[in-house]
């Protein structure tokens, strides 16, 4: 397939772009928002309702172009990619849109129209005590104004799309692409999508498939998608050009960004974090009996650790190392079962090289009494088990390692270095330790405290990143 950029329903040649080119998408772009604007959010679910269907069916021509090229030129597995497509299919299903919808804008009417709010404000009369902290804080009370009567006001409040949105996507997770586009589009934006050369192919698979079913071209024609490097010139017009930036990619090229942004430009940020599990050492036969080791499992094979939530590390709270040795011994064999429901899939060369290389380190350390290394002949996974409690990031692949700390005191310690770096812990541990662990976790930026065996788990309710996303993209207008 020859690779060519994509303005707003028109193809043209990679070389077509250039400083003036990229002036005038923007200029084109700017012109359509009011438009998109006014488009019906009804008439964008039915659009992306038959998208999700399509990408559901096995059958469909442009879902069997992807997955033959994705099996070709990505280390998944067909299980694995088929899997995706199930998360395509649901991330443009009807039912999660409007549920999803209700969840971060509290109503999808909102997307369509003015809805009008009436506020009862009642309060009695303010306490001394409150009074005082008012003062203290430089509070101008009116307690003329105050009183135990209703103060009944209406205004309307709806959303209006930020305008334009540039995506930029560097990730190795190929169908995040995808998820994070349908924000965009549900809010009504008029997207330029940027994209590394590799992830290329799917998202133009997918955007096809919209052209395919969006037959009065509302979504389809909003679309603009770029790959590869473009130089300074273009991409510091596109850069300033924009009214949002959706950045997914690592901490590194986001400063390269912001170092060629000279505006006030709001940018949304995604940046690669790392994820870790907490097991408290008494509950480790209790797992080892119910479906949460399973699930542990998955989590760490699922994508092969190619996500923000797939846990690198997994800390056992204990004074005694035997339930850590046990955790690795039962974990090796759920692992094995996993790799036959979702086989690895081909590993590069050099994807292998870092296994073997953290393989031959394990190795010595075994020999020095430094730990144990527990894995398959092959390379479908590694489990590590190091007495070092130093957090470490895993080579990816389903290698993980485990590690014993004695208290939270000595896993905080492991983690402050780490701090703003951090995603998703899943825990199993007592209630009276959880209360600590919120606390302590919450302070170190961490975005999301969840079961173990649910961190690769999406849940509407439940921000990724530590924003709901379609909030981020449209702007509150309120009437009175």
């Given at each position: 397939m020859e690779r060519k950029i994509l303005i707003f329903g028109e193809e043209y040649n990679q070389d077509w772009l250039n400083a003036q080119s990229a002036r005038e998408i923007l200029e084109e772009a700017y012109k359509k928002i009011n438009i998109s604007s006014e488009t019906n959010i009804d008439t964008i679910l039915f659009v992306l309702e038959k998208v999700s269907k399509a990408w559901l069916d096995p059958q469909y021509h442009l879902r069997q172009k992807a997955l033959e090229y994705l099996i070709s030129n990505t280390s998944f597995s067909e299980v694995m990619i088929e899997k995706s497509f199930e998360y395509i299919s649901l991330f443009c299903s009807k039912n999660y849109n409007i549920e999803r919808i209700n969840t971060e804008l509290g109503s999808i009417e909102y997307l369509n129209s003015f809805c009008k709010h009436s506020t009862n404000l009642q309060s009695n009369a303010l306490s001394q005590e409150s009074s005082l902290q008012a003062d203290e804080i430089g509070v101008e009370i009116h307690k003329n104004k105050i009183s135990n009567n209703h103060n009944n006001k209406s205004f309307f409040l709806s959303t209006r799309p930020k305008g334009v949105i540039l995506n930029i996507n560097q990730g190795n997770q190929y169908f995040e692409i995808i998820e994070n586009l349908i924000p965009a589009i549900l809010t009504k934006n008029i997207?330029?999508?940027?994209?590394?050369?590799?992830?290329?192919?799917?998202?133009?698979?997918?955007?096809?498939?919209?052209?395919?079913?969006?037959?009065?071209?509302?979504?389809?024609?909003?679309?603009?998608?770029?790959?590869?490097?473009?130089?300074?010139?273009?991409?510091?017009?596109?850069?300033?050009?924009?009214d949002t930036i959706c950045f997914n990619g690592d901490l590194e090229n986001l400063n390269i960004l912001k170092s060629k942004i000279k505006y006030n430009i709001k940018i949304i940020e995604n940046v690669y974090s790392f994820s870790f599990a907490v097991i408290e050492g008494k509950y480790i036969k209790q797992i080892i009996n119910s479906d949460s080791l399973y699930n542990l499992a998955k989590d760490i094979c699922i994508w092969n650790q190619k996500t923000s939530f797939s846990p690198h590390v997994i800390y056992v709270i204990d004074k005694d190392l035997k339930s850590t040795h046990l955790l690795i011994e039962s974990l090796f064999d759920k692992m094995i079962q996993i790799n036959d429901d979702i086989p690895n899939g081909n590993l590069t060369f050099d994807e292998k090289v870092d296994i073997r290389r953290i393989r031959e380190k394990s190795k010595i350390s075994q020999v020095l009494g430094e730990g144990r290394l527990v894995c398959p002949d092959d390379f479908s996974f590694t489990l590590i088990l190091e007495y070092n409690p130093r957090f470490k990031i895993s080579c990816m692949n389903r290698t993980l390692f485990v590690k014993r700390v004695l208290n939270l005191d000595g896993l905080f310690e492991q983690l402050l270095p780490f701090s703003g770096k951090l995603n998703t812990s899943g825990i199993y541990v007592s209630d009276e330790l959880k209360k600590d662990i919120e606390r302590d976790f919450i302070n170190l930026g961490i975005k999301r405290i969840t079961n173990i065996g649910e961190m690769c788990k999406k849940h509407i309710w439940q921000p990724i990143n530590g924003y709901f996303l379609l909030r981020e993209l449209v702007d509150w207008v309120t009437l009175i």
């Open positions: 997207n330029i999508i940027k994209i590394s050369d590799e992830n290329y192919y799917l998202m133009h698979l997918f955007l096809e498939s919209i052209k395919e079913f969006d037959e009065q071209n509302i979504i389809f024609q909003n679309q603009t998608l770029l790959f590869g490097n473009n130089n300074n010139d273009i991409e510091e017009i596109i850069y300033n050009g924009v």
